[in-house]
């Protein structure tokens, strides 16, 4: 028996309706913009801005085939991850400017 869609886009929508099909969107859209943003300037912080990126674009690819946030493993690695990779460009950011 099969307990998802083994498809995260697909889950989020057949499970949890629109909604969730957006609410899924903005967990990888608002790191991507964020992500980006900080790539573009030059700073010490690109590479996290880079290791934050490919993170979230591998937690899409990996979405593909199965559903990564119905685990809680799987949920937590990827939000302390962006939260942490987030906070070292924010701080990067906040160093320089003083």
Known sequence: FFYNAH?????ALATE?????VALALVYGAPIVF?????RRCDAA?????????LVLSFIGFGATQVMFVHHIGSAFYSLMVCVLAGICIASQKS???
């Open 96 to 98: 320089r400017e003083t």
């Open 7 to 11: 498809n995260e886009i697909l889950h």
């Open 35 to 39: 992500f980006v943003r900080c790539l």
């Open 46 to 54: 690109q590479s996290y801005a880079l290791a934050g990126l490919l």
């Open 17 to 21: 309706g629109i909604l969730g099909g």
